[in-house]
């Protein structure tokens, strides 16, 4: 490629440096004669090469991206340097955690080099076509004027040596432009060779390592060197610092949108909390509220919410290198030595404490690679060390803790993996040792971590319930107790996903379990003629339970209450609100069907079995639901309504896509289908513009004077709230006795639902009135 560079640019250099009449003396004759069609072919040339050199000078404007694609390849190259170095100067040992890390690099790094190859080959193929025109136009003899040229080229003479002038320029930038990017390519393509090398060692190594994981790799403890490595323990450490602080520069590059979310994450919790007290301290719910007493939770939550940061940040880098992991895990060690220190009696901080410098002097350990007695043996005494805290802890630990059923078996494995890394240390298996007794360690501290998360957020939903629940918020309307269990359960459940998270990624299988998972997931299944996967399974399931979920709890925005009504009233709600369901409800099964994976033909197949099925045994639940949609937009009645359907009396208190509720006022709930309520005769007492007459059945002696009863009657019936006062109440004779009279009471009521108090207090009024009157009831 250099070699065709210079052979260009020499001839170049040879073809526009020679004098003009020179070259122009040569097509004298080949351009006599010609004088009508030259000026024609002349002006296309010319405008030919006016547009090669544009376009050359917009590309010398554009730069090819030379500037960014070289800053970028000195940044790779910086990269990898500290992973060469590492990697020569541990020659045969293998890290398996920091290889695959090393790989996660070189694989990104390659990836860039590909991708710049790629652009500067285009780019060296465009250059050398520009440069190949301007050769072409240089040698072009139409574009050459001779001192005797009869022809209408002398006409365009000084346009056409000014013409040549700017060729002779752009091919010499031009060449330099070549140059510069085949040389560019040629750094980039021996970069990329040389992190191809260093890929095939590491994956060499990788296998090595998974080869040998369980097999002896250095002499048993008795047998160990009493010498030091080689290197001296600065050395060792400050090229172990260099190669992590690598890895951690380029992670922190290549997910800093993730890390964004957390932290936006982050600030979220820490303003929702801080408002909720803020609001707590408002004099009109100060009073309904009380004192608020938190193990946890403080009005400005600084310490709460880098409790919270850091516990997610394993759910949002799942696949984040273990020095990260090591890393964050200390920070929330400290976080926790601030958040619990005094809550710590005197014993248990100097038992936290020496936990925090073990696992300190573990790190250190961990990052110097030798075989040494003295090392071996001070990792030993670590482990002991680490076993004696897990068995203070372990007795220590609260049984009434909220994942005390997760800590125990937690606990248990701690002790287990302690135990394994002194025996594999003493049996030559140190990579593995060093790997059991960090998992483990970081496994507790996160044990830990996790059980003040939860509490942490449950008292944050504890502060937010209670608010809401003074202030006739979405909480005053639902079960306190059970939202605080199902909120307790899911955090529960991304606690152990947490912790498994991070346990996995310490022992290095996190990877493999991914790619192992992925592959259940995604691999092909047959079902007759039908291909599923599992993951669309799950999405299918996923969808329709969470859309199930959703409407039943979208009335809890419109109003709906799920608590049980303590007295006969029902909040008069939208019935718009069964039209929502149902469309959630047929959103979410499409969306199934779309991430399901089934094709539309072979959907259509199935549906259309499924309507013959509806034709022949499912016609009354269509019925129901069609009669559900008709009585959305119809409107008969309206949630609250008191309404009688035949021996059924009661308020409408929901009205669904297949049934509608009907709470008597016995208190029992009647479920109702939509298709008994359009198909049967229904009375509406609560109508607008309807009042409603109640009965009473009286019987007196004959001999009472019935106008000294309406009188009392009426006098009464004016001082009822709910009666109404321009309608006389009537009496009515319904039977005839010997020695008695049977009377009908008629009174007119504002609402049917104050009937039953209404007769109550007329009846006591009527009574005391009668007795009064000297008027005797049989």
Not at 202 to 223: C, D, G, H, M, P
């Amino acid at each position: 490629m250099i070699r065709k560079v210079n052979f260009s640019v020499l001839l170049v250099s040879l073809l526009l440096m020679t004098p003009l009449v020179d070259i122009v003396a040569q097509d004298t004759i080949r351009t006599k004669g010609t004088g009508q069609s030259i000026p024609d072919t002349l002006l296309f040339k010319i405008q030919k090469a006016q547009s090669i050199i544009t376009e050359i000078k917009a590309a010398s404007k554009k730069g090819y991206g030379i500037t960014r694609i070289r800053a970028g390849l000195a940044d790779v190259k910086a990269t990898i340097a500290p992973v060469s170095v590492d990697l020569k100067a541990t020659k045969n040992v293998s890290d398996a955690k920091s290889l695959t890390n090393y790989s996660l690099i070189l694989n990104d790094a390659q990836a860039k080099l590909t991708t710049w190859r790629t652009t500067l080959s285009k780019s060296n193929n465009d250059i050398q076509s520009l440069l190949d025109q301007v050769l072409a136009l240089s040698t072009d003899s139409l574009l050459i004027v001779a001192g005797n040229d009869t022809t209408e080229k002398k006409f365009y003479a000084d346009q056409l040596t000014s013409l040549k002038l700017q060729l002779q320029d752009a091919g010499k930038r031009t060449s330099a432009r070549l140059d510069t990017v085949s040389r560019l390519l040629a750094d980039v393509s021996g970069t990329s060779l040389r992190i191809s090398n260093l890929q095939t060692t590491i994956n060499e190594r990788v296998q090595k390592s998974t080869e040998s994981a369980f097999q002896k790799e250095a002499s048993y403890l008795w047998e160990a060197p009493t010498s030091l490595p080689d290197r001296t323990l600065p050395a060792a450490m400050k090229a172990s610092y260099e190669g992590q602080n690598r890895i951690l520069n380029y992670f922190f590059a290549s997910s800093w949108d993730n890390l964004f979310l957390l932290v936006l994450l982050t600030g979220l919790f820490f303003v929702w909390v801080f408002t909720n007290y803020k609001t707590a301290r408002k004099p009109t719910l100060r009073t309904k509220i009380g004192e608020l007493h938190f193990k946890h939770l403080r009005p400005v939550p600084i310490v709460g919410s880098l409790l919270v940061l850091l516990n997610l940040t394993p759910l949002f880098e799942p696949q984040s290198p273990s020095i990260y992991i090591e890393i964050a895990q200390f920070l929330l060690y400290l976080v926790l030595t601030i958040h619990l220190w005094k809550r710590f009696s005197s014993q248990d901080r100097w038992l936290w404490l020496l936990a925090g410098v073990f696992y300190i002097l573990l790190s250190l350990t961990n990052a110097v690679v030798s075989d040494s007695l003295f090392i071996r043996l001070g990792l030993i005494g670590l482990n002991a060390g680490f076993l004696y805290l897990g068995l203070v802890f372990a007795n220590r630990f609260p049984r009434q803790a909220r994942m005390y059923r997760f800590t125990r078996p937690v606990i248990k494995l701690y002790l287990l993996l302690q135990g394994l890394a002194i025996l594999l240390n003493i049996f030559g298996r140190i990579s593995l040792a060093k790997t059991l007794s960090i998992s483990a360690v970081i496994g507790l501290i996160q044990l830990t971590g996790l059980s003040v998360f939860i509490e942490l957020v449950l008292e944050a939903l504890a502060l937010q319930i209670t608010i809401s629940a003074c202030a006739g918020g979405i909480f005053s309307r639902v079960n306190v107790n059970h939202t605080q269990r199902s909120f307790k359960k899911g955090l529960i459940f991304v606690a152990i996903i947490l912790w498994l998270l991070v346990f996995f990624t310490n022992l290095g299988v996190a990877d493999s379990l991914f790619n192992l998972a992925y592959k259940l997931l995604t691999k092909p299944r047959w079902f007759g003629s039908i291909s599923f996967t599992l993951s669309n399974v799950l999405s299918f399931s996923a969808i329709i339970y969470l859309s199930s979920l959703l409407q039943k709890r979208i009335g809890l925005l419109f109003g709906e209450s799920q608590l049980p009504t303590t007295d006969d009233v029902v909040e008069p709600l939208s019935s718009i609100l069964a039209l929502i369901r149902l469309v959630i409800i047929i959103a979410g099964v499409l969306l199934a069907i779309a991430a399901s994976g089934i094709s539309i033909d072979k959907f259509t197949v199935v549906l259309g079995a499924l309507s013959v099925g509806i034709g022949l045994g499912m016609q009354n639940i269509v019925s129901n639901f069609v009669s559900g949609i008709i009585l959305i937009f119809e409107k008969p009645f309206q949630i609250g309504d008191y309404v009688e359907l035949a021996d059924k009396k009661g308020r409408i208190r929901e009205i669904g896509i297949r049934s509608s509720k009907m709470l008597t006022a016995q208190g029992s709930e009647v479920i109702i289908p939509n298709g008994d309520l359009i198909a049967n005769r229904i009375v509406n007492w609560t109508s607008n513009d309807t009042y409603l007459k109640t009965e009473i059945t009286l019987k007196v002696n004959a001999e009472t004077d019935l106008h000294t009863i309406r009188e009392l009657l009426r006098e009464e019936v004016s001082q009822l709230d709910g009666a109404l006062k321009n309608r006389t109440p009537e009496l009515f004779i319904t039977a005839i006795g010997p020695d008695t009279i049977e009377l009908k009471v008629q009174v007119w009521i504002n609402s049917i639902y104050t009937e039953t108090a209404l007769k109550s207090q007329l009846l006591e009024r009527l009574l005391k009135a009668f007795k009064a009157a000297n008027i005797q009831l049989l």
